[in-house]
């Protein structure tokens, strides 16, 4: 047997495939849009794909049972309660997939969602009756559960979805202590709340260490599992219906949105309504930008901040150092935005003959911020970080307007003043930074390292709240925030 994880950090998602070495077959479940790697290895081990399975409509991002489909054959596999445009074959609890020795029997886990599915995962010529590994997709992650709240606007509610997650979570911690926990996502996803970074577990060990495989009543768990979760992005109500539908894939995407502009072309796209995109790291951004230009950076958590601040049905402009425009507009693909009308031919080099058109936004160091506090016309301060992290530490006198209402609560943020925003280390500020300087602002400095250089320069910060816990990380170790 094999089975291979694919872990893809920048949406904190974990796809598998599982094959039979003697058979050849093999099947993929949660695969991520861009399906190459698992093209590539099936060649290499010389597999046939058989089947894609999906566990749930995902929420988080386009998955690529369409292209596995349309590019390997594969047959798309759900759950009973699954409802999608396309052909599905259904399964229901205790059913089973052989591919050889090598057998993948279906438990319904619903409660994140009402279709959702695990996995078991049999060797055969090992054991018939003790599953090697369950694949649990967003039901039971390493040291959570999924939330049960994401689907309440489109026609099921949290309270339906929590007494299934309930049952189906009793389901799973009756397996054997040592059968491995693969989940389909891992730290920094908001599809839960307190995510490890692990990506793998044992049975055993959730029954020790996760807080909702622990032994209580129902209203207890309702109250624990609901409690203090993060807000999702504005993208997954939009993503979890486009993985219901027949869609093009994203080789077919790509084709159109890969496209070299010139200037006149983003311009002319621009003035008719196109959101620009520039991609490059903050420092870079603020030195130098295209007017009215946002800033989401590839190094971080670029997919998920895109789907939270730019509209999927309004054409994107992506402007990026040559050679990082692909991954861009993949990674736009992997959340179904393929609204993307090009990227700008040889990026910032393009105005080089035009600075009329080039604004910058001024940085400002935590020791430079500390002085202009104590004078008599100080800057107002906005911390562009959630509330729950605004509550355990922040500068004095600090406004706070988390990033995801920045647009909504303009008219809280005066024009009249000078103006810093700032985040947890730059990411998040760069991107408000950017909405501000769009929506006219023009005093505005952005804070450089956040209140993390604002702390480690020695600084004073209030913590008029005092937590036991603290919120998940935004984004995974690999991403700034």
Known sequence: MILKQYYLGCLSHASYLVADEQTHLAAVIDPQRDIGQYLADARAGGYT?????????HADFLAGHI?????AGATIVMGARASAEFDVQKVREGDHLDLGSVRLTMLETPGHTPEGLSVLVYDRSRSETVPHAVLTGDTLFIGDVGRPDLLASIGVTADELVEMLYHSLDKLRKLPDETLVYPAHGAGSMCGKSLS??????IGEQKKFNYAL???AFEDFRRLVTADQPEAPEYFVYDAIKNRQERPDLAATLRESLAALSLADVLRLKDAGAQVVDVREAIDFEGAHLAGALNIGLKGKYATWCGSILSHDQPIVVIADPGSEEEAVTRLGRIGFDNVAGYLQDGMAAL????ELVRQVPRITAPALAGQLETETPPFVVDVRSEREWNQAHIAGSHNVPLTHLRERFAEIPRDQPLVVHCEGGYRSAIAASLLAQAGWTRLHDLVGGIKAW??????????????????????SSCRV
């Open 197 to 202: 970074k692990e990506t793998v577990s044992t």
């Open 455 to 476: 702390q480690a320069s020695q600084l004073p910060v209030e913590s008029p709240v005092s937590e036991t816990a603290s919120e998940p990380a935004a984004c995974g």
């Open 214 to 216: 622990q032994p209580m």
């Open 352 to 355: 080089g003959d035009h600075p």
């Open 67 to 71: 292209e596995l489909r349309n590019q």
């Open 49 to 57: 794909i058989k089947y894609v399975i999906l566990t749930h409509f």
